[in-house]
């Protein structure tokens, strides 16, 4: 029995998911067996232990169904990001090499060859549910793919212990138990859309609403909507910050929502402030797809106003440490890499050994590549990237990845991306270039339109500007921080 299947038993008739664009409910026993009727279906279709399932799909409970069924069939769950283009599907499809692969219009509408994820609700109820059976937690049930800094795709592998950690960390730092109500928008190719709107949850006997995507006028709506009573909305500070810029923003009418939770980016204090005016706990977060959620703030107000700006803690679960260049600890008030320890931390890379191996101190600690200062509270603040990422709308930005395709133009002799403040993503890419002829430069407007189709939209620079040559080292190495300037 998983944790599903124990709630199922101690609430059979309480509300367990609602999916909001095709107005269907599932009762925790009516969820349970459709779960476990989906792992009949994979088992039908020859699906096995350390088979892959990959799937591109806008938001919808059968993701939900299907990551829980291959866990409990030992298969992993491989959900792709939609916003990526065919060949960055390709890629990773060549990757995980999956054994079924489903899909919605999106795939349709790449010319994918996909199984439709519209038939598996019907192909579902047709199968005898698969009974419980005991199966190796440390087994990998998931694969979430994050782009490297070289633009190598990197598959992070979690098993169910781990997603299990990330579950229980969620529900500590966020206040989650039984009466709470999660509003799921956020796409679950991410961990916080797969893992930490729908695990905390679930686990707790909560309800989760699924939604196919974010809409600001809609999802206010639902967050006003007394019937769902929404007490818990995960987002990117620039999701919040669109939700006040609707026409008819009135915070008296959010009273069900508990906390307004945010993380994927830096949250300038300001909007964090003006929440906070408005009665409304604005919790801050940090998390990664390696170690799923890691720092959370408190609830209350006043706390949150004198730390604005600050992911929060840890809970008792997780080791956190800052470390300089040599990984030897930092103490309060000192800028250093994050680095954790603990039982939530992905088991590897797949296909990827090495690298996962090269993550990690000579002491075992994962090093996550993010600088923060810790105050003598022990909140953390994150200040810098080591790495030249950057986060454009809640989505990682690796400028090697853009300059690789950037530099199969025949007009492009070198290039570098950079990323730029920018009040509605946050940060948007600007792209230097050095043309291949002086006398004859490429337009930024061929630059760009060179790129349509090659790269997903949030990855596109906002900004193209034509240089003679690019700021070097003595050694040749571009120095990035004189593009910013």
């Known amino acids: 029995m998983d944790f599903l299947g124990f709630q199922a038993s101690i609430r059979p008739d309480t ?241 069900s929502l508990k906390g307004l939770l945010t993380g994927g980016s830096l949250h300038p204090e300001p909007q964090i402030r003006a929440w906070l005016k408005d009665g409304i706990p604005i919790v801050d977060g940090y998390g990664m797809s390696e170690a799923g959620t890691v720092f959370g703030m408190p609830f209350e107000l006043d706390l949150i106003d004198r730390k604005a700006g600050s992911v929060g803690v840890p809970s008792h679960r997780i080791e956190a440490r800052l470390a300089n260049a040599s990984d030897e600890p930092l103490p309060d008030g000192m800028p250093g890499e994050v680095q954790l320890r603990g039982d939530n931390l992905a088991v590897g890379f797949w296909g990827r050994e090495q690298a996962f191996r090269d993550c990690f101190t000579a002491d075992g600690w994962y090093r996550t590549g993010d600088i923060a200062i810790r105050d003598a509270d022990g909140f953390y603040r994150i200040v810098d990237r080591k790495k030249d990422m950057f986060i454009s709308g809640g989505e990682n930005v690796f400028p090697a990845e853009v300059e690789a395709v950037v530099l199969t133009q025949p007009e492009v002799l070198e290039c570098a991306l950079v990323g730029m403040p920018d009040e509605r993503w946050g940060e948007v890419g600007c792209l230097f270039v050095v043309p291949r002829h002086p006398e004859a430069p490429p337009t930024p407007e061929a630059i760009l339109a060179g790129l349509d189709g090659q790269l997903a939209r949030y990855k596109l620079p906002k900004k193209v500007v034509i240089l003679d040559e690019l700021p070097k080292s003595a050694t040749g190495k571009v120095l990035k921080r004189a593009l910013r300037q």
């Open 15 to 255: 509300l367990a998911v609602e999916d909001l664009t095709f107005d269907r409910r599932w009762t925790y026993a009516a969820f349970d067996r459709f779960v476990s009727q989906v792992a009949s279906d994979l088992g039908q279709r020859g699906i096995g232990i350390g088979d892959r399932v990959a799937v591109l799909s806008k938001n919808r409970a059968e993701l939900i169904a299907l990551h829980l069924a291959c866990a409990r069939c030992g298969a992993l769950f491989v959900p792709l990001n939609w916003r990526l283009s065919r060949p960055e599907i390709d890629v990773l499809l060549a990757d995980c090499e999956p054994a079924l692969f489903f899909g919605d219009s999106l795939a349709g509408d790449l010319g994918l060859a996909h199984e439709p994820i519209d038939n598996l609700f019907d192909s579902a109820q047709n199968q005898t549910p698969m009974a419980p059976r005991s199966l190796d937690k440390s087994l990998p049930s998931l694969i979430l793919y994050t782009s490297g800094t070289t633009g190598t795709p990197k598959g992070v592998l979690h098993t169910e212990a781990s997603i299990l950690e990330t579950t229980i960390n969620a529900s500590l730092v966020c206040q989650v138990d039984a009466a709470s109500v999660f509003l799921c928008d956020t796409p679950m190719f991410h961990t916080i859309g797969l893992i930490t709107c729908v695990r905390p949850a679930l686990y707790n006997g909560g309800r989760l609403a699924v939604s196919d995507g974010f809409e600001p006028e809609r999802t206010l709506s639902r967050l006003e909507d007394a019937r769902l009573g929404i007490t818990h909305y995960f987002c990117v500070p620039q999701m919040a910050n669109a939700l006040r810029q609707v026409p008819d923003f009135e915070p008296s009418r959010l009273g």
